[in-house]
């Protein structure tokens, strides 16, 4: 699509795909490519036929975080302008909260600073073996401000405070060992199968049970356990009295594959 100049949006079967498309920026996110980023999110959101979304990057890198030209430039402008510089990939991160699909990071590269934040906020990291995540914002007189919301959930507190207080790399080895990476590719052909494995997996289940599944799940896990439990009790009935399980309770007795309908938001 002619709209979009520094990402490729596409779609194969149900899969939705976001390629950050500037490798000779090693696919940094200025301005314009969050704003693209943010966009096409809800572009596959909105399409029915889209079941699951992966983002990477074009080139040997998955993202190198935010343009540094033109954060050089931030300490020139006022106190609103600076405020909202980063209005796009905020509003990313508050949409991959709401999002009723899921989102698979495929990490071909390095991930560094709001890059590593671009695969942290996806529900599923694949990587190649050799990518490296990083936070290097203290080397520059920054701090990672923005992404401690969403990586302070998927990796353990210390070992998080230390790469963000060293700027220090580490492999997709050590990101898997800590939990952060679910799955390690040996290169980006085993990377790309291991995604359209997810994609094809995604497809079997009930697209209503992902939407509403994964806003609770969000919900749920940063509450404290009793006020979850009873929560859970209340957000159960959407499914009790939803038609997906009753079109999965018939088809598992009537032995066939289940005719799942599109989940529609309210809004639709």
């Given amino acids: 699509m002619a709209k979009w100049k520094n990402i490729l949006v596409e779609r194969s079967g149900s899969l939705g795909k976001i390629t950050l498309n500037r490798p000779d920026a090693r696919n940094s996110l200025d301005n314009a490519t969050a704003s693209e980023v943010l966009e096409s999110l809800h572009h596959h959101f909105r399409d029915e036929q889209v079941r699951s979304i992966v983002i990477t990057g074009v080139g040997d890198a998955f993202c190198a975080g935010g343009d540094l030209k033109q954060m050089h430039a931030l300490s020139s402008m006022s106190g609103d302008e600076a405020y909202a510089w980063p209005t796009a990939i905020v509003d990313a991160h508050k949409a991959m909260l709401a999002a009723d699909k899921p989102v698979i990071a495929a990490v071909n590269g390095p991930a560094m600073a709001g890059g590593m934040g671009l695969a942290g906020m996806c529900d599923i990291i694949v990587a190649i073996k050799d990518a490296q995540f990083a936070m290097p ?75 509403l599944g994964r806003r609770a799940f969000t919900l749920l896990s940063d509450m404290p356990a009793a006020q979850a439990i009873d929560a859970a009790q209340f957000l159960n009935l959407p499914f009790f009295f939803g038609n997906d399980l009753k079109e999965g309770a018939d088809a598992f007795f009537e032995k066939r594959k289940p005719r799942w309908k599109p989940f529609r938001r309210k809004s639709e």
């Fill in 137 to 211: 914002e203290v080397k520059i007189g920054l701090f990672p401000m923005i992404i401690v919301a969403q990586l302070s959930r998927s990796i353990p507190r210390k070992h998080l405070l230390e790469m963000m207080m060293t700027g220090d790399a580490i492999d997709a080895v050590e990101a898997y060992r800590l939990g952060f990476v679910n799955k390690l590719a040996e290169d980006k052909a085993d990377m790309d199968a291991i995604v359209e494995d997810y994609a094809r997996r995604f497809e079997k289940t009930s697209p209503t049970a992902i939407a």
